[in-house]
């Protein structure tokens, strides 16, 4: 079962900044925080991961609150192909667990 | 980041046949390889793990007499549908993680249809 909760929907004006907020209040010490999005008829796009430092990359940043039990993607300046559903996973960085995902966010960015 | 192709993209076939699908990761070598399947408009769902050299391991609920997988080398993975039925239909994606590395990559898919 996935551990985290997300919104099911968000809308987002085009260049405008998309916050995409998720809950995972039973993280364990050694679980990481990985996004990943899916744009229609395609295979998970990974975004960024972190453990406890926020971290930014060329595609987003996340922000990961100080206890840990939640985290925001944000995509600085939002574009139409932005437009996906995100997942925001919880899962062990090292061995073999596989990513679990759960519904994820639909991100609509509207011109 | 890591690629990981599949092949074919999509496939139609008749009711009782095998469908096999391929999986390769392009620029690593992957000892663990993962296989999801995603109905319309659900979540991905995890099938199975595949591991180099020995056998995959099932998720509960997958019939692994069904789905044969097989994990020959370090870069490719197939995935057989075997005895397709019309409820078999959906987009079958793979995945693999860098060795030593804690990110995972995904393919592009594979939408298969049965008739």
């Known amino acids: 079962d996935a551990k985290t909760t997300q919104p099911t929907s968000m809308d987002c004006a085009e260049g405008r900044a998309a916050n995409l907020p998720c809950n995972h209040s039973?993280?364990?010490?050694?679980?990481?925080v990985y996004w990943y999005r899916q744009i229609h008829s395609q295979g998970p796009q990974y975004i960024i991961h972190g453990l406890k430092n926020n971290e930014t990359n060329e595609m987003a940043s996340l922000i990961i609150t100080e206890d840990r039990k939640s985290s925001t993607l944000i995509l600085p300046h939002a574009t139409l192909r932005d437009t996906a559903v995100y997942y925001c996973?919880?899962?062990?960085?090292?061995?073999?667990?596989?990513?679990?995902f759960g519904k994820g966010t639909r991100l609509s960015v509207i011109a | 980041g890591a690629v990981v192709s599949q092949h074919p993209s999509w496939v139609i076939c008749k009711s009782g046949t095998s469908v096999k699908i391929e999986c390769r990761s392009l620029?690593?070598?992957?000892?663990?390889m993962f296989w999801y399947r995603q109905f319309p408009k659900q979540s991905l769902m995890l099938m199975a793990t595949s591991n180099e050299g020995s056998k995959a391991t099932y998720e509960q609920g997958v019939e692994k007499d069904k789905f044969l997988i097989n994990h020959a080398s370090l870069t490719l993975s197939t995935l057989t549908v075997t005895s397709a039925h019309p409820e078999d239909s959906s987009f079958y994606i793979c995945?693999?993680?860098?060795?030593?590395?804690?990110?995972?990559?995904f393919g592009p898919g594979t939408r298969l249809t049965v008739l």
């Open positions: 995945s693999a993680r860098l060795p030593l590395g804690d990110t995972q990559y």
């Open positions: 039973t993280i364990s010490g050694n679980e990481y």
């Open positions: 620029d690593f070598q992957a000892t663990t």
């Open positions: 996973i919880v899962r062990v960085g090292s061995g073999n667990t596989p990513l679990v």
